[in-house]
Nanobody, 113 residues
């Protein structure tokens, strides 16, 4: 049984930082790319960042230079380090095993003063 479990998000002030993690079990983690997505209230879900099996990364323009995706294949975990957070980063964040239909349950991130 495949499980994708994100860490708790949180509430931070603008300019703050937060790190999300996602642990995957039940499959061979190292052979899959991983992605972080987000969905803001009233908006469609968007792809935020991806990391390939070789560690190549890609980001949506709005987070470039502020977010960093990384992975630890020994621990079956993927991270999303978020810096200089803005109110527009407020959303539910989801982890996904790419290109499968395995998603995490989502974790809420709120950026507000």
């Amino acid at each position: 049984q495949v499980q994708v479990v994100e860490s708790a998000g949180g509430s931070v002030q603008p300019g703050g930082s937060l790190r999300l993690s996602c642990v995957v079990s039940g499959l061979r983690f190292s052979i899959y790319a991983m992605g972080w997505y987000r969905q803001a209230p009233g908006k469609q879900r968007e792809l935020v960042a991806t990391i390939t099996t070789r560690g190549s990364t890609n980001y949506v323009d709005s987070v470039k230079g502020r977010f960093t995706i990384s992975r630890d294949d020994a621990k079956n975990i993927v991270f999303l380090q978020m810096e200089t957070l803005k109110p527009e980063d407020t959303a539910d964040y989801y982890c996904r095993v790419i290109p499968t239909s395995y998603w995490g349950q989502g974790t809420q991130v709120t950026v507000s003063s």
